[in-house]
């Protein structure tokens, strides 16, 4: 058969379960490695492995007496076989093929009969490290082959030789002390290098924790997780849950590791582990087979559980992260507690996500709606609790001032950009969610009744929602159209959506009269807004009256509501003393024409009859006549106080 080189320093072949290795002399040791044979020579492995030795030692002296005179009488040709051993090792090579089946039953009954004769050895290694694999790497290591040594095998091979006690005390440069010096000058100098090994650890517990492996790994990664390069954080991927929650606690106990290194890992992990989590990212770890659901459910406790407890950068563990993580969870049927964690969390950065982070589906049979509006809900309540705990926190000490309290209250307490993000992005989601036939009026309206006032510039967008709802659930009562309508504040909507809601037929008669009158209501403030711009220049020539109303309304604009009301009071009280102004001019402007009639009466009544020419009548005739000259006046509003003697008014000498 087909037959390829393996390894060098003498001929072997596999074939089934038992390794031979052919020398041109017969084997005369068979070791048995969990379901393996391996039938080699005693002499190589003898100098190399104490343990061996001992045990082929131990055999000799159970053999019955007339075996060992056998054996001592052999020694002279056991000699020779080992020279001839030791020289076919150093001309041939090891090579691996399959023979015929006629070959290898004669090669079993040559070495049956042989054990029979009393000239071979068995061993059996219930319990070997690494298993076969690695116990025939071990042997060629034995024969003189060169083994190679790589992350993957050099905690198997560090295992073997301390089982097989190949140690430097009984061999120079022996096994153990080859994979020591790779180990520590190869492997533990990256932290990618010791993943692998810890990985291939796994399998070789309890072996490569009292050989100290598993804590100089953990404790290499650790200490370069803080690394510029985090090329290798893919590499956390291969390990097993218990490997990992021991990296991820070392470097949480290090102060020299920062918050973005322990989430850059996080997220890693998560991403090539967790199924769904991150679409981008396909493949599964090589080494394991697909998880169950239950195995996935302790993986995405764990992640959870390593979640720094701080709001962080947001740059790694980002809100989309957070919430695929919280979809994740509820794909998996996570324990409640996880899931709480997972939403507070995501809170802390809330105003980072968009609308389709937020949009996770009701994967639970009892539910009605098509997407968990409950779930968000939850988050948008423990983001709105930081404010309250903040302003509870700077309130609640009474030796600290007033200006520390207000910084507390600003630094614990969402910014109000962040606030409106979060706003609108409610808004969005409602309009999102208000197509499903299933959505139920209480709960569209908790929702959109949880963010408070100040976190809506305007309310157009919640206006928009409202009329998607209205327009999915024809058939609402009147009063819980009334209901939904009155989650807008009408006050608080622009011109477009103030002409809108007037024409649209699917809102109550209350909410379109709401509209009109707050409409109505803008369009007064405009004019007055106009009319105070028009007499600011001449009022700012009369002092203020009231020097403490600005500083009292600026008390009282913390208040929105109590704002408006200030504001409106003022406003009222502008255009009565804007309308008492105008009343007072026009009283003047009749006074001044009631003269004018009588002086216009008593010039004509004092002319005489026959004087008068053809048009003397005319207006043109006595004003032609006696010099009258009336100037046109044109009445200006602007002016309060304009004062005009008659006699320049008419045009008239003194």
């Given at each position: 058969?087909s037959?390829?080189?393996m390894?060098?320093?003498g001929?072997?072949r596999?074939?089934?379960e038992a ?5 041109g ?10 379901d393996m044979?391996?039938?080699?020579h ?12 001992r045990m082929?030692?131990?055999?000799d002296?159970q053999?019955?007496a007339g075996?060992r005179?056998r054996?001592?009488r052999g020694?002279?040709v056991?000699?020779?076989?080992e020279h001839a051993v030791?020289?076919?090792a150093a001309?041939?090579?090891i ?11 004669g ?9 029979e004769?009393g000239?071979s050895?068995?061993?059996t290694?219930p319990?070997f490290?690494?298993g ?6 071990a042997?060629?290591f034995?024969?003189?082959v060169?083994?190679e040594?790589?992350p993957?095998?050099v ?5 073997a ?16 002390a080859?994979a020591?010096?790779?180990l520590?000058q190869s492997v533990l100098?990256h932290p990618g ?8 650890c ?6 490569t924790e009292e ?6 790994c953990v404790?290499?990664?650790a200490a370069?997780?803080s ?6 954080f893919?590499?956390l991927?291969v390990l097993g ?8 606690a070392?470097?949480?106990a ?8 322990l ?5 890693s992990?998560?991403k090539?582990t967790?199924p769904?989590?991150?679409r981008?990212?396909r493949w599964?770890?090589a ?5 169950s659901e239950?195995?996935?459910r302790?993986?995405?406790e ?7 407890a ?5 740059s790694?563990v ?18 409640d507690a996880?899931r709480?964690?997972?939403?507070r969390?995501?809170?802390t950065?809330?105003e980072?996500?968009?609308?389709e982070d937020v ?5 639970s049979?009892?539910a009605?709606?098509l997407?968990d509006v409950?779930?968000?809900e939850r988050?948008?309540r423990?983001f709105l609790a930081e ?7 700077a309130?609640?000490s009474?030796?600290?001032t ?12 969402p ?5 409106v ?16 036939a299933?959505l139920k009026?209480?709960k569209?309206?908790?929702l959109?009744l949880?963010m408070p006032?100040?976190?809506?510039i305007?309310?157009d ?8 709802y209205l327009k999915?659930?024809?058939?609402l009562?009147?009063?819980?159209r009334?209901r939904?309508c009155?989650?807008v504040d ?6 477009e959506?103030c002409?809108h809601a007037a ?6 008669l209350?909410?379109?009269?709401q509209v009109?009158?707050f ?6 403030r405009a004019?007055?807004g ?5 007499t600011?220049s001449?009022r700012?020539?009369h002092?203020?009256p ?5 500083a009292a309304?600026l008390?009282?604009a913390?208040?929105p ?14 255009l009565?003393?804007d309308?008492?102004?105008m009343?007072s001019r026009?009283?003047g ?13 008593k ?6 009859p026959?004087s008068?020419?053809?048009d ?14 009336f100037?046109?006046?044109?009445c200006?509003s602007?002016?309060r106080d304009?004062?005009v ?5 008419m045009?008239m000498?003194?």
């Amino acid at each position: 058969m087909s037959s390829s080189s393996m390894a060098r320093h003498g001929p072997s072949r596999r074939g089934g379960e038992a390794w031979f290795c052919t020398t041109g002399l017969p084997s005369d040791v068979v070791f048995e490695v969990q379901d393996m044979s391996f039938h080699l020579h005693k002499f190589p492995l003898m100098s190399k492995s104490r343990k061996i030795s001992r045990m082929l030692a131990e055999q000799d002296e159970q053999r019955p007496a007339g075996q060992r005179r056998r054996r001592r009488r052999g020694s002279s040709v056991a000699n020779a076989e080992e020279h001839a051993v030791a020289a076919a090792a150093a001309e041939t090579e090891i090579v691996e093929a399959e023979e015929e089946e006629e070959e290898e039953d004669g090669d079993k009954e040559q070495e049956q009969v042989r054990m029979e004769d009393g000239k071979s050895y068995s061993i059996t290694f219930p319990d070997f490290p690494g298993g076969p694999g690695t116990f025939e790497a071990a042997a060629k290591f034995c024969y003189g082959v060169r083994v190679e040594l790589t992350p993957w095998n050099v905690a198997p091979l560090r295992c073997a030789a301390e089982y097989l006690e190949m140690t430097e005390e009984h061999s120079e440069d022996n096994l153990a002390a080859r994979a020591e010096a790779y180990l520590s000058q190869s492997v533990l100098r990256h932290p990618g290098e010791a993943t692998k090994a810890l990985k291939s650890c796994e399998e070789l517990l309890p072996h490569t924790e009292e050989l100290g492996i598993v804590a100089r790994c953990v404790e290499t990664i650790a200490a370069r997780s803080s690394a510029t390069s985090r090329s290798w954080f893919g590499d956390l991927a291969v390990l097993g849950l218990h490997m990992y929650k021991r990296v991820m606690a070392a470097m949480a106990a290090r102060e020299d590791v920062r918050t973005e290194a322990l989430e850059g890992c996080l997220v890693s992990y998560a991403k090539a582990t967790l199924p769904g989590l991150s679409r981008s990212m396909r493949w599964r770890r090589a080494s394991a087979p697909v998880s169950s659901e239950v195995e996935q459910r302790d993986l995405l406790e764990a992640v959870v559980a390593s979640l720094p407890a701080d709001k962080g950068s947001g740059s790694v563990v980002t809100a989309k992260f957070l919430f695929a993580l919280l979809r994740t969870a509820h794909i998996l049927r996570a324990s409640d507690a996880a899931r709480a964690a997972i939403e507070r969390k995501a809170a802390t950065q809330l105003e980072q996500a968009t609308v389709e982070d937020v949009l996770i589906p009701s994967y639970s049979g009892a539910a009605e709606t098509l997407y968990d509006v409950d779930c968000v809900e939850r988050v948008v309540r423990h983001f709105l609790a930081e404010e309250e705990v903040g302003e509870d926190e700077a309130s609640s000490s009474a030796a600290i001032t007033e200006e520390e309290a207000a910084a507390r209250t600003t630094a614990s307490r969402p910014s109000a950009v962040a606030m409106v993000q979060v706003g609108k992005l409610v808004d969005n989601y409602l309009a999102e969610v208000a197509s499903d036939a299933n959505l139920k009026p209480a709960k569209f309206c908790k929702l959109a009744l949880a963010m408070p006032d100040h976190a809506r510039i305007y309310d157009d967008g919640v206006y928009r929602a409202v009329d998607i709802y209205l327009k999915a659930h024809p058939r609402l009562t009147a009063e819980e159209r009334d209901r939904v309508c009155g989650v807008v504040d009408c006050r608080k909507l622009t011109v477009e959506a103030c002409t809108h809601a007037a024409q649209n037929e699917r809102l109550p008669l209350r909410a379109v009269l709401q509209v009109l009158f707050f409409e109505q209501l803008q369009l007064r403030r405009a004019i007055t807004g106009t009319l105070l711009a028009s007499t600011a220049s001449p009022r700012a020539r009369h002092p203020n009256p009231h020097p403490q109303r600005p500083a009292a309304a600026l008390r009282h604009a913390a208040d929105p509501s109590e704002a408006w009301r200030t504001t409106t009071v003022q406003e009222s009280q502008t255009l009565r003393v804007d309308m008492d102004g105008m009343r007072s001019r026009v009283q003047g402007l009749e006074r001044e024409c009631s003269s004018m009639r009588r002086a216009i009466k008593k010039i004509d009544g004092g002319a005489s009859p026959g004087s008068a020419g053809p048009d003397a009548d005319t207006p043109a005739g006595w004003r032609s006549r006696y010099r009258c000259k009336f100037s046109t006046q044109v009445c200006d509003s602007q002016a309060r106080d304009a004062v005009v003697s008659r006699a320049s008014r008419m045009g008239m000498s003194p």
